[in-house]
């Protein structure tokens, strides 16, 4: 099925630099989802976003709901080094009753 | 730790042969997902499961199958494999589904080599 559009691919960045990255859909979600993924873990759930507009804070994550259901993003503020790995958008429900996700950006945080 | 385990964490079979990969889902989750991660399709969506019932299929194969059990825990049979099959298969639970707000926790993942 159809995966979301996921950007940027890749991002480098020095520790204390905030991080922005989004994701976009042709359909309608009813939930979007940020979740994080260490190398050989599963992915781990960061933010959960189910109302259109909805703007959520997790520490230093700050996530958004757009207002046509098509498009999240996500920020992370004054990165640090444990912040590397690859973070996933997920859309949840609405026209296809089902999950798709973007294809990730893979982060890494110099010291 | 996401409360969501799996096995076994690694699996190397050959082609032709047939899986099973197993999954218990947090206590008091109803459903399961099956996910499966490789790194040309990234993570693809292959079926729910619903206090037993089949609920929300995604892309999974016809040489694919999954049932989930009185007890809640569900097993993903795969069969006639390929090379291409090779891939992390993530099991995933929450209280309900995708039509409703709770959201879903992935457990560590098995890691499925055909060689």
């Known amino acids: 099925g159809q995966q979301l559009n996921q950007s940027p691919q890749s991002m480098f960045i020095q520790e204390g630099e905030d991080v922005s990255m989004n994701c976009t859909s042709s359909?309608?979600?009813?939930?979007w989802l940020w979740y994080k993924q260490d190398p050989g873990e599963g992915p781990v759930l960061l933010i959960a976003?189910?109302?259109?507009?909805e703007l959520t804070s997790n520490g230093r994550l700050t996530a958004q709901f757009g207002i046509t259901r098509k498009d999240s993003f996500l920020n992370i503020s004054a990165s640090i080094p444990s912040d590397v790995g690859i973070y996933f958008c997920?859309?949840?429900?609405?026209?296809?009753?089902?999950?798709?996700f973007g294809a990730g950006t893979r982060l890494t945080v110099k010291p | 730790d996401s409360g969501v385990t799996q096995t076994p964490k690694h699996l190397i079979t050959a082609t032709g042969q047939r899986v099973t990969l197993r999954c218990s889902p947090r206590?008091?989750?109803?459903?399961v997902y099956w996910y499966q991660q490789s790194l040309d399709q990234g993570l693809q969506f292959l079926i729910q499961?619903?206090?037993?019932?089949?609920?929300a299929k995604g892309n999974i194969l016809e040489r694919f199958s999954a049932q989930q059990f009185p007890d809640l825990h569900s097993e993903l049979n795969l069969s006639s494999l390929e090379l291409g099959d090779s891939a992390l298969y993530f099991c995933?639970?929450?209280?309900?589904?995708?039509?409703?707000?709770?959201?879903?926790?992935f457990g560590p993942g098995t890691r499925l080599t055909v060689l």
């Open positions: 995933a639970s929450s209280v309900e589904g995708f039509s409703s707000t709770d959201t879903q926790y």
């Open positions: 359909s309608i979600f009813n939930t």
């Open positions: 976003l189910y109302k259109a507009g």
């Open positions: 997920a859309g949840q429900g609405g026209e296809n009753n089902d999950m798709r």
């Open positions: 206590s008091g989750d109803l459903s």
């Open positions: 499961y619903y206090n037993g019932e089949e609920r």
